[in-house]
């Protein structure tokens, strides 16, 4: 089905938007009267959505971004006792013939697409990263987890 066209068919299939569409906030916040279960967020539910997540987002006692270097020494602070962080359910690389070409699907609309499918998370994210102190734009994180993965598809 869904997932074996482009990623810009992917992300415009409202049948998959409870999985692509601000995943995080949708979960923050279900079920909620602006957030359809099935179906995109409107844009115009997002001034309300936001603060409603940073609501949902403080009701817990530790958040932490894996952005965060530190994150392994909070979390153990947080629990009391060592809680180092390793790499587990690492994705291995798809054969030659299985990998997209990164460059064809992120056209100009697969990234307007993903902008969209993702505005309340990074907006929510880069709250975070600066009440936390760190010195990560959302922007230039998402930037960079791109080039990762051109860089990682390339491989091989």
Request: charged residues 25%; aromatic residues 6%; proline residues 8%.
């Amino acid at each position: 089905g869904a997932a074996r066209g482009s990623l810009g068919r992917f992300l415009a299939n409202p049948l998959l938007a409870t999985q692509t569409d601000n995943v995080l906030v949708r979960l923050l916040l279900a079920p909620h009267p602006l957030v359809p279960p099935e179906g995109f967020i409107p844009s115009s539910a997002d001034r309300l959505l936001l603060p409603a997540a940073r609501a949902a987002l403080a009701r817990f006692d530790f958040v932490g971004l894996v952005e965060d270097r530190a994150l392994g020494t909070k979390l153990g602070h947080f629990l009391g006792r060592p809680a180092p962080l390793g790499r587990h359910n690492v994705t291995t690389l798809a054969s030659a013939p299985l990998r997209p070409a990164f460059d064809e699907e992120m056209t100009p609309g697969t990234h307007d697409l993903l902008e969209r499918r993702s505005r309340l998370d990074r907006r929510l994210w880069a709250e975070v990263a600066t009440e936390q102190g760190l010195d990560v734009a959302a922007d230039c994180a998402f930037r960079r987890a791109l080039r990762r993965y051109r860089k990682n598809n390339m491989l091989n």
